[in-house]
C-alpha cells in the first residue's frame, strides 16, 4: 500500500542553525500539505500546495521558513535560523486533487520530530 | 475565522461503556467536518467524514449545524479503540484543514 514519506524522522539541531525536512507524497496526488504539531496541540496547517503552486501559506512564518515543490512532486521544508520554539513534529500528508472544492482524504506521513537545542 | 474546539483533553472509560467525544466548531459557511484518529505508533488517519453518513470501527458522527456539533459516538467501546481523536474542519475550495486540539481516549479492561 502507498505511503507518504518523510525524512529524517528525528532531527536534533542547535538555535540558529539551518534544518531541512524532506517528503514524498503518494504517487498521483496533486495536493501536498505541511503541517507543524507542537506537543499537546492539534496538527496546524503551514503552507499546501497544489502540483507546485503554493494555495495557502498564510500560517509559515516568512522570514525563517520556506517550502517548495518545484517539479509538483516530492516538498522539502526548510527551517533558517531555527529557534527554541521549533521544536515541532513536522507532519506532511497528501491527497488527491483538491482543487475542484471536494475535500479528499489526507494520507499522512510519519512526521520529523524537530528539537532545536 | 474558522475554530475547532474539543473541550475534552483525556476521557476515560472502561470496555463495553458509551463513548461520545465532543467537537464543536465555529464557522460561518458550510463546513465539512472529520474525525481522524492516531492509534499508537501509528500515523494520523481518517476516521470518518459527515458527508458519507458510515459507521467505522462501530463510531457514528452527526452534523449538528444547530449546534454547530460533531460529535463522535460509540455505544460499546472497545480497548483497541485507545488513541488520540482530532476533529478537523475544512472550510476552503482547496479542502484546507483545521484541526482541534484532541482528545485522547483511554479504555480499560
Known amino acids: 500500500e502507498a505511503e507518504v514519506a518523510q525524512s529524517p524522522r528525528y532531527k536534533i539541531t542547535e538555535k540558529s542553525q539551518a534544518v531541512a525536512f524532506w517528503c514524498d507524497p503518494i504517487s498521483g496526488h496533486a495536493t501536498l500539505y505541511w503541517y507543524r504539531q507542537i506537543l499537546g496541540q492539534g496538527p496546524e496547517l503551514l503552507v499546501q500546495?497544489?502540483?507546485?503552486?503554493?494555495?495557502?501559506d498564510s500560517q509559515l512564518p516568512k522570514d525563517r521558513f520556506s517550502a517548495e515543490r518545484l517539479k509538483g512532486v516530492d516538498s522539502t521544508l526548510k527551517i533558517q535560523p531555527a529557534e527554541l520554539g521549533d521544536s515541532a513534529m513536522y507532519l506532511c500528508?497528501?491527497?488527491?486533487?483538491?482543487?475542484?472544492?471536494?475535500?479528499?482524504?489526507?494520507?499522512f506521513g510519519p512526521g520529523t520530530r524537530l528539537t532545536v537545542t | 475565522a474558522q475554530r475547532v474546539t474539543q473541550p475534552e483533553k483525556l476521557l476515560s472509560v472502561f470496555k463495553g461503556a458509551p463513548v461520545e467525544l465532543k467537537c464543536n466548531y465555529s464557522y460561518s459557511g458550510s463546513p465539512e467536518l472529520f474525525w481522524y484518529v492516531q492509534y499508537s505508533r501509528q500515523r494520523l488517519q481518517l476516521l470518518l467524514r459527515?458527508?458519507s453518513r458510515e459507521s467505522i470501527k462501530g463510531f457514528t458522527a452527526d452534523l449538528n449545524k444547530g449546534e454547530t456539533s460533531f460529535h463522535l459516538k460509540k455505544p460499546f467501546a472497545q480497548e483497541e479503540d485507545s488513541a488520540m481523536y482530532y476533529c478537523?474542519?475544512?472550510?476552503?475550495?482547496?479542502?484546507?484543514?483545521?484541526f482541534g486540539k484532541g482528545t485522547m481516549l483511554l479504555v480499560s479492561p
Open positions: 459527515h458527508i
Open positions: 500546495f497544489q502540483d507546485e503552486s503554493v494555495v495557502d
Open positions: 478537523a474542519l475544512s472550510w476552503s475550495g482547496y479542502s484546507t484543514l483545521t
Open positions: 500528508a497528501s491527497s488527491f486533487d483538491s482543487s475542484g472544492g471536494y475535500s479528499y482524504e489526507q494520507y
